[in-house]
């Protein structure tokens, strides 16, 4: 379980909790046959409430270092382009990671949640790309991901508006797998779900996000290329002749 921990801030995203994540997910990918599904939750009331204003006066700080413009606009890019780093991480970690959200997930929790595999939320939940009233774009990974998730033209909405979305609305366009009552519920469900996920061979898991992965980003005949070479290289693995071994020793109790 990895939980933001911010919870006086409503888990805003500092430059130190960027760290935090960046260590977090480099733990998990230590532990790479140990940490079978992760749970991506939070402290508190809220999930995040987007990124902390320190972080766009720090943004404007480190630019700002070199006297040339041209080199500040590079300093700028490079902090951004580790931000995004950082927010993909759960869908780069090996194992599904499963965000449980509750209260508020605003701008950059957009962005980290839509990086995750799965999604759950308390129905007191509310959802907002937010940056539209900052006058900013969202550049986390959002607008990249949200379409494959609700759709060109919901993500589009989302992203023009900035509106809220509850719980109920976020599990009828697909934000969400389902919602739960209350945090309690959700923690379970979240615990319940990654157990469930943990249970299967890890290879395969591994195999199948990575193939979701490569798919959506890619057409359907070059995804099924992908597997096929996926399944040379992977198929064969102690995991699958454990399983067939199980069945054989089932199948011959039946004949007694």
């Not at 320190?54 to 404007?60: C, E, I, S």
């Not at 902090?79 to 927010?87: C, E, L, M, Y």
């Not at 992203?159 to 976020?170: D, H, I, L, P």
Request: aromatic share 4%; net charge neutral.
């Amino acid at each position: 379980r990895v939980a933001l921990n911010r919870p006086k801030k409503y888990n805003s995203i500092s430059m130190a909790l960027f760290e935090d994540i960046e260590e977090a997910f480099s733990r998990i990918d230590a532990a790479r046959e140990a940490v079978r599904c992760v749970v991506l939750a939070a402290e508190g009331p809220h999930f995040c409430a987007g990124i902390d204003v320190g972080v766009l006066a720090a943004l404007r700080q480190l630019a700002g270092a070199e006297t040339c413009p041209s080199r500040q606009r590079e300093n700028l890019a490079r902090i951004v382009a580790r931000f995004q780093r950082i927010a993909t991480l759960p869908e780069r970690c090996h194992a599904p990671v499963i965000a449980a959200t509750q209260g508020m997930c605003i701008g950059a929790g957009v962005d980290l949640i839509s990086a995750c595999d799965l999604r759950l939320c308390t129905t007191d939940s509310v959802f907002s790309v937010k940056e539209i009233d900052l006058a900013i774009v969202a550049d986390l990974g959002t607008l990249q991901r949200l379409p494959a998730i609700v759709g060109e033209q919901r993500a589009r909405e989302l992203a023009y508006t900035g509106r809220n979305v509850s719980g109920a609305e976020a599990k009828d366009i697909g934000l969400v797998l389902e919602t739960c009552d209350g945090a309690e519920a959700l923690e379970a469900r979240a615990t319940e779900l990654a157990a469930s996920i943990a249970a299967k061979s890890t290879v395969a898991v591994r195999g199948i996000k990575a193939n979701m992965n490569y798919s959506r980003d890619h057409s359907s005949e070059e995804g099924l290329d992908y597997v096929v070479r996926w399944n040379a290289a992977h198929l064969i693995s102690e995991d699958l002749d454990n399983l067939v071994r199980q069945l054989a020793k089932a199948h011959a109790k039946k004949k007694q």
